[in-house]
């Protein structure tokens, strides 16, 4: 069946550093979605990317999305102390339900 | 709006019993999916509903049920807990398919002694 991978699992910067998420599916995904999960909480919808190449951005994230519709990547320019949590992406392709990412874990060193 | 609900919050339980947890969407919203977070496995899904109807459902053994009602409520069931069944069980609903987001609920901390 469909997998996603993601790396890294953990990721520990300090405030200021930039980070970068990878998310790499088995099959070519008809679109992938990114989402946030604060420690204690529940995931948080963030994006979703539907084109070959897509690229978005929020504020100091970028979100991308690969040629093959197989990769992506979220980079956090200049990170902050809010930015602490767990990063997740999810693909779906055709009429499968949404796999997820096992997730990176983010912390930030003040 | 409020948002996707879910109870209980926690649940404490022994080995053989069984438990359901409910979820009610975000009012509009048709679809309901609901995943089962373990630090070793991440989230991994469960079933999808839509209008009632079982869209998908994951690779989990029989003992792992749902259902959805007309008023797009759902619940699912799990039969003879295992130890292995502790885990933040979660539910989300979105509009329609496959090209929105998901809402998630604060989920059901399910415990089995």
């Known amino acids: 069946g469909q997998q996603v991978m993601q790396i890294p699992q953990y990721q520990h910067v300090q405030e200021g550093e930039d980070f970068t998420t990878y998310c790499n599916s088995s099959?070519?995904?008809?679109?992938i979605q990114w989402y946030k999960q604060r420690p204690g909480g529940h995931p948080v919808f963030l994006i979703q990317?539907?084109?070959?190449?897509e690229v978005k951005k929020q504020k100091r994230l970028t979100f991308q999305f690969g040629e093959a519709k197989k990769n992506s990547s979220l980079h956090i320019t200049a990170t902050q102390t809010t930015d602490v949590g767990t990063y997740f992406c999810?693909?779906?392709?055709?009429?499968?339900?949404?796999?997820f990412g096992k997730g990176t874990r983010l912390s930030v060193i003040a | 709006k409020a948002g996707v609900t879910q109870t209980p919050r926690y649940l404490i339980k022994t080995r053989g019993q069984q438990v359901t947890l409910s979820c009610s969407p975000i009012?509009?919203?048709?679809?309901v999916s609901w995943y089962q977070q373990t630090p070793g496995q991440g989230l991994q899904f469960l079933f999808e509903?839509?209008?009632?109807?079982?869209?998908n459902k994951g690779n989990f053994p029989g003992r792992f049920s749902g259902r959805q009602f007309s008023n797009s409520r759902s619940e699912m069931n799990v039969s003879t807990l295992e130890l292995g069944d502790s885990a933040l069980y979660l539910c989300?609903?979105?509009?329609?398919?496959?090209?929105?987001?998901?809402?998630f609920g604060s989920g059901t901390r399910l415990t089995v002694v």
């Open positions: 989300a609903s979105r509009e329609g398919g496959q090209n929105y987001g998901y809402t």
């Open positions: 099959t070519t995904l008809s679109n």
């Open positions: 990317l539907v084109k070959s190449g």
């Open positions: 999810a693909g779906a392709g055709g009429n499968t339900p949404l796999v």
């Open positions: 009012s509009g919203h048709r679809s």
């Open positions: 509903y839509f209008s009632e109807t079982q869209r």
